[in-house]
């Protein structure tokens, strides 16, 4: 599996701008890059992913570097119901008989504040 | 609505008692899993199914037996043999056989065994 490295935790001024960067220097040409955010006691969420190229959805931004060995998620306008985990995952390669593993590290503890 | 549905949301049982958590979907995915949680840590993945009647093994399936029996309902039962039962406990779906993988999760069980 390529590994994700995350900081463990950031902080972001309310209305600003969060930017959430994930390593993933090990990963191969055909995995994905998922990111997932888990609201306290909460069932993760699926925010995004991508392949190569920059990606936009009405969540977030993925920015993915030309080498694909690292990303930025960016939240444009946090708000404090954004403050959560977020989970930077790069797809296991084995599809088990259709049925895709994701391994989620410890992600990154974003808390936004007022 | 669809989604999925996990109860009871906390449950607290012996120890040495068998309980089974309950996961139900309306989505028509194929495909759903069991995840477990520890307090600070990421998901770690129990058992996954990709089709009724054939479920396999996850990162840590030792004391957990599962069975699918219909396309929306995917229990978990937590046995005796499991040594440290008490965690958040996830269920999730999906569509297989998708190039990139979107899990759905529910809002999750809280086991406590005392």
């Known amino acids: 599996d390529a590994k994700t490295t995350q900081p463990t935790s950031m902080d972001c001024a309310e209305g600003r701008a969060a930017n959430l960067p994930c390593n993933h220097s090990?990963?191969?040409?055909?995995?994905?890059v998922y990111w997932y955010r888990q609201i306290h006691s909460q069932g993760p969420q699926y925010i995004i992913h991508?392949?190569?190229n920059n990606e936009t959805n009405e969540m977030a931004s993925l920015i993915i570097t030309e080498d694909r060995k690292s990303s930025t998620l960016i939240l444009p306008h946090a708000t404090l119901r954004d403050t959560a985990v977020y989970y930077c995952?790069?797809?296991?390669?084995?599809?088990?008989?259709?049925?895709?593993?994701?391994?989620f590290g410890q992600g990154t503890r974003l808390t936004i504040n007022p | 609505d669809g989604g999925i549905t996990q109860s009871p949301k906390y449950l607290f049982r012996k120890e040495g008692q068998n309980v089974t958590l309950s996961c139900e979907q309306n989505?028509?995915?194929?495909?759903m899993y069991w995840y477990r949680q520890d307090p600070g840590q990421g998901l770690r993945l129990i058992y996954y199914?990709?089709?009724?009647?054939?479920?396999q093994k996850g990162d840590i399936a030792e004391g957990y037996s599962v069975s699918r029996e219909k396309k929306e309902s995917f229990p978990l039962t937590v046995t005796s043999a499991q040594k440290n039962p008490t965690a958040f406990y996830l269920c999730?779906?999906?569509?297989?056989?998708?190039?990139?993988?979107?899990?759905?999760f529910g809002p999750g069980t809280r086991l406590t065994v005392l």
């Open positions: 199914s990709q089709i009724v009647n054939d479920f």
């Open positions: 999730a779906s999906s569509i297989p056989g998708q190039s990139y993988n979107e899990q759905f």
């Open positions: 995952i790069v797809r296991d390669r084995i599809i088990i008989q259709g049925a895709q593993k994701l391994v």
């Open positions: 989505l028509n995915h194929d495909a």
């Open positions: 991508g392949l190569k």
């Open positions: 090990t990963i191969s040409g055909n995995e994905y």
